[in-house]
Structure formats: structure tokens, C-alpha cells
């Protein structure tokens, strides 16, 4: 099993930044991809970013250019910069670890961009 600990949210102003971070109680280098993910108006979970075991980054399109995905295996931590905030923006944001194929989530960290 793998347990991920967000943290790095809260509220901040249009063109503000903002950095996440989850950390894995595991070693990421045992983790396939660490992914980010937010909640949609649809209740849905959307991907904004993704980091392979390799360093393979992909991000969606509302992502490039303003987000940054990083990782630091010392710490076993996936941080998600995010620069030039926008009101659609606001939302809860995930991380997920696939572990041994299995799917692991964090317990959300809420993103609130005030205009």
C-alpha cells in the first residue's frame, strides 16, 4: 500500500502561484507515475500533470506554460508549481501513485484563486 500526503494549497489571487506537494510513504522510485488531478465542475477527476518513474513529464493543455511537475526522491515528494493562477483554477487537487498497478489518491488539497 501506498500513502500520499498532500499539502500546499489554500487561497490565493488572480496571476499568484502556488506550490503543492504530495509525499508517497513509499519510495517513488517503486512507483510507476505520480500524477496530479483536480476536481471538474462534472464531479469529475481531470489529469493536469503527470511524472513517470524515468522523469517523463506530460501536462494537459491547461497546464502547459503556468505548471511546472517535479519530483525530489530524497523526500519522496511530487510537487506541483503553479504559476499565473486563474479563477478556473479553483479546485481540489490530487495526487495519485500507480503502485504494483494498483491506484492510490491522496486526500485532496483545495486550490481557491480569488479574482
Known amino acids: 500500500q501506498v500513502q500520499l500526503v498532500e499539502s500546499g494549497g489554500g487561497l490565493v489571487q488572480v496571476g499568484g502561484s502556488l506550490r503543492l506537494s504530495c509525499e508517497a510513504s513509499?519510495?517513488?522510485?517503486?512507483?510507476?507515475?505520480m500524477d496530479w488531478y483536480r476536481q471538474s465542475a462534472e464531479n469529475q477527476r481531470d489529469l493536469v500533470a503527470k511524472?513517470?518513474?524515468?522523469?517523463?513529464?506530460t501536462y494537459t493543455d491547461s497546464a502547459k506554460g503556468r505548471f511546472t511537475i517535479s519530483r525530489d526522491n530524497a523526500k519522496n515528494t511530487v510537487y506541483l508549481q503553479m504559476n499565473r493562477l486563474k479563477p478556473e483554477d479553483t479546485s481540489v487537487y490530487y495526487c495519485?501513485?500507480?503502485?504494483?498497478?494498483?491506484?492510490?489518491w491522496g486526500q485532496g488539497t483545495q486550490v481557491t484563486v480569488s479574482s
Open positions: 495519485l501513485a500507480v503502485y504494483h498497478n494498483r491506484w492510490y
Open positions: 513509499v519510495s517513488l522510485f517503486s512507483i510507476s507515475v
Open positions: 511524472i513517470s518513474s524515468g522523469g517523463t513529464i
